[in-house]
């Protein structure tokens, strides 16, 4: 383990240099021209972004470590994206949960608190370049303090909800929340 890395490293994970592929299905490839980030409320479209106009929003750099369910941790790495906070900024929301939906058909679902306040971004760089399809590109949801099953790859939105339901991991006995800290794989954890 890299020095000074024991505290960044939650029980039960190793850390790698790589950065393994994992997907329930064939990579998605949406042109960008054809892309857009929806945040909706009952099925209803609130706010919708283009590619551009996406990319026309204030992005950060941010450096965060990354815990996957299946074991691995990756340390420093580098994503850039737009904040959530932006996106939920330009709507009117009070929603305590959100499902974020994907291309494939892919969701995951989160509780609204652990998406704002600086905790989550729609990455659309990683390590300089553009994200890369294999990694969820054009985009995904980055949240890195919860498994990265909940970092969605291939975002296209979040559905605002009064009350929590399972994603498409957590329908299969993922933990409903994905706390790598408390080691939250799987329900019952």
Known sequence: ????AVDRVPPGQ??????PVLSAGPTPRTPLAEWT?????????????SWEELQDLPAEAVTVDIHC???WSKLGTEWRGVSVDTLLGQVEDDARYVMAFSDGGYTTNLPA???R????????GYGGIPLAPEHGGPARLLVPHLYFWKSAKWVRG????DEDQP???????????????????????
């Open 37 to 49: 980030f929806s945040v909706r409320k009952g099925g209803e479209t609130l706010k919708s972004w």
């Open 158 to 161: 979040l559905e605002l909800m």
């Open 117 to 124: 306040g600086g905790k989550a971004w729609v990455a659309f």
């Open 69 to 71: 369910v299946t074991r």
């Open 1 to 4: 383990m890299p020095d000074g």
């Open 14 to 19: 190793y850390v790698t240099d790589g950065f």
């Open 113 to 115: 608190e652990d998406v």
């Open 167 to 189: 994603g498409f991991w957590e329908t299969y006995g993922y933990h409903m929340y994905g706390d790598p800290w408390k080691e939250q794989r799987y329900q019952g954890d």
